[in-house]
């Protein structure tokens, strides 16, 4: 770079007050290829909100405040060194600023909880959501996003618990050489501060680097609660897009890949609302995490209809009055949820849909129902998600130690969330590298599989378990009616493991994975260990009702 005249590489950082953004000044200040701009348009912002501070008119006198003149002629003036850093408070970028600021240079975001900010926030200016400019950083991400150029987010407490890894990490993203330099910086003033640094910058005075945070914090004021519910939100939305889990920390976790990619847009109906996949949260108070108290239903969507919706409901309403809920919504409202939902995720065909009710809010934390006053909470979610089998080559079982429930201790016919029972087997499958298990009642005979219920052919006959200790599935119910229709005899009665070793053929169901045939069991060939005739047979006959029954989804019209 030649002295005096070159056009100098800007890096903007924009953040909320209190956000360890001085630090962050100091820390760049350090190195040797940069020079550092401390709020250049804090006049101009005073001059466009005729906001209050107590150095506003010395700020006035001695800042520019026009602010187009500071972006062209100090922020993008020309420099000494390669670099220039600029220190700006997202709330200070105010209408009529020319839209060169944003698209020239390199920007990135800091971010800190609003958890941490507000408490010390007040000890100059009052507190409020205009203040902490929380939205107008959410604003900022998106517009450069929507230019093509995503900027780096770096939370704070990442800078506090691991500086050098998160200052070059930082760096990787600005495409600038990391300095050890940045590290450490000697206490007092500097003669790049503002203005207002004796009003703000006291205990950054005091700093020689990234202190680490205190152990425990403070007691939060509750006078201040209202507007940490409003701004946890905009504080979230852009910690989703910081980069700690990859090598902010080192971490060797990286983000786990979905299934199918498109869910990374999902749309989800929680209460009475649908909300983006990572909002859709529910209350720690709600009866489905303080007990697993609610029920549920899984459905499927074929050409444009909801396959067995009535009878889901019929079992969803059962199972709620079985448990005693109160203020259970109409079935009407979770249609129109349901149906709401699948619409605005554009989900006509191939999506499985996981319909919760819990018992709803608690007042208080306890399993006691009588705490629970505000309602049931509706939730429907749904996915792309093709039947989660290979219904072509066929599955394997192994038969689990953990016993299925007894009607003794808790009724199957109940479709509650409380699946530990079958987690438990389910994880005996997963360490044997099975599809499923297989689960016993409690005198040893075959109930269903930690997830669906089970069929065997014997010599042309079909014969599933009683559903004494298994759920009566809806795909097991619909199944049953087509081994009739096919005109195959069909015996329900108890079935004993050693059957289920020496079937002709074997299958299971279930609204995820609809007809699985089954080729092995506990290391034993079924049959010719292919699919078999009578369950290739079923298969069809399934595969035809689903594509030609269910309820349409209303205004879906197939092209």
């Known amino acids: 770079m030649g002295e005096g005249s070159e056009e100098i590489e800007v890096i903007h950082s924009w953040s909320a007050p209190r956000s360890l953004s001085t630090s962050l000044m100091y820390s760049f200040a350090q190195r040797n290829d940069i020079e550092v701009l401390d709020e250049p348009l804090y006049a101009n912002f005073l001059r466009v909100t005729g906001v209050d501070r107590p150095y506003k008119e010395e700020l006035r006198s001695e800042m520019e405040n026009d602010g187009n003149k500071v972006v062209k002629e100090v922020i993008f003036g020309a420099g000494v060194k390669k670099y220039r850093y600029c220190k700006h408070i997202a709330k200070q970028r105010v209408p009529g600023l020319t839209n060169e600021l944003m ?57 506090r618990e691991n500086p050098e890894a998160a200052l070059r990490g930082l760096c990787e993203d600005l495409d600038i050489p990391f300095q050890d330099s940045m590290l450490r910086w000697e206490a007092g003033p500097k003669s790049f501060d503002g203005i207002w640094a004796p009003w703000w910058y006291k205990s950054v005075h005091k700093s020689t680097g990234f202190a680490p945070a205190k152990k425990y914090p403070t007691p939060f004021p509750t006078s201040l609660y209202d507007l940490l519910e409003q701004s946890l939100p905009f504080y979230n939305m852009l910690k989703r897009h910081a980069r700690r889990s990859s090598y902010y920390l080192n971490s060797t976790s990286p983000h786990p890949s979905l299934p199918d990619p498109a869910n990374e847009k999902l749309l989800a109906w929680v209460g009475d609302e649908v909300v983006p996949r990572e909002t859709a949260k529910v209350s720690v108070f709600d009866s489905v995490v303080q007990g697993g108290d609610a029920v549920w239903e899984g459905l499927r969507v074929y050409s444009g209809k909801v396959f067995k919706l009535e009878e889901h409901l019929d079992r969803l309403f059962d199972s709620a009055k079985a448990l005693a809920f109160s203020n259970v919504p109409t079935r009407e409202e979770v249609k129109k949820a349901i149906f709401n939902t699948l619409l605005r995720n ?30 049931c909470t509706l939730i429907v979610l749904a996915e792309w998600k093709p039947p989660i089998y290979d219904n072509e080559k066929g599955i394997t079982l192994v038969t689990a130690t953990t016993r299925r429930n007894s009607p ?57 378990p009683h559903a004494d200790y298994c759920l009566p599935g809806i795909t097991r119910a619909t199944v049953m009616e087509l081994v009739l229709k096919e005109s195959l005899a069909l015996e329900e009665r108890r079935i004993s493991l050693s059957e289920f070793h020496t079937a002709d053929e074997v299958w299971t169901t279930g609204t995820m994975g609809e007809l699985s045939p089954v080729v092995k069991i506990d290391g034993r060939i079924v049959g010719d260990g292919r699919v078999g005739p009578i369950t290739q047979r079923l298969k069809n006959a399934y595969k035809n009702l689903a594509k030609d029954s269910g309820v349409p989804i209303p205004t879906y019209q197939k092209s």
Not at 104 to 114: A, C, T, V, W
Not at 117 to 123: M, V, Y
Not at 448 to 462: C, D, P, Q, S, Y
């Open 346 to 375: 554009g989900m006509f065909d191939n999506a499985h849909i996981r319909l919760t009710l819990t018992r709803g809010k608690k007042v208080t934390s306890g399993m006691n129902p009588a705490f629970n006053h505000y309602g």
């Open 408 to 464: 003794n201790n808790l009724d199957s016919k109940i479709h509650h969330n409380n699946l530990l029972n079958n987690i438990l087997a389910k994880i005996e499958g997963n360490n044997a590298g099975a599809d499923d298990a297989v689960m016993l009642d409690k005198d040893g005979y075959v109930s269903e599989t930690n997830a669906t219920n089970i069929f065997l052919v014997k010599k042309g006959r079909v014969v599933t």
């Open 103 to 159: 698209k020239r240079g390199k920007h990135f975001i800091l971010i800190r909880n609003p958890l941490d900010i507000l408490p010390s926030f007040e000890k100059v200016v009052p507190p409020s959501f205009f203040e902490l400019g929380l939205a107008e950083l959410v604003s900022i991400h998106s517009e450069l996003s929507e230019l093509g150029r995503p900027p780096p987010v770096v939370d704070a407490a990442d800078l």
